[in-house]
């Protein structure tokens, strides 16, 4: 449980331990997308929905 509860706030990525970058691309849905810097990870808050999407390995 404290576990899952750290990795969603975290803010680095899960494989290469880097600091995630943040960029706001989606100003109309205030959607802020969190990327490592190396494309391991993405991770996408949708204050609307309060919810995470987390994804590994985007190219
Ligand atoms: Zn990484």
């Not at 960029?23 to 204050?47: A, D, G, Q, R, W």
Request: charged residues 25%; proline residues 5%.
């Amino acid at each position: 449980m404290l576990s899952f509860i750290k990795s969603l706030f975290t803010e680095k990525c899960p494989t290469c331990h880097k600091q995630l970058i943040t960029s706001k691309t989606n100003f109309l849905s205030n959607i802020v997308i969190k990327t490592c810097p190396e494309n391991h990870f993405k991770k996408e808050f949708h204050p609307a929905l309060e919810t995470y999407i987390e994804s590994k390995r985007i190219s």
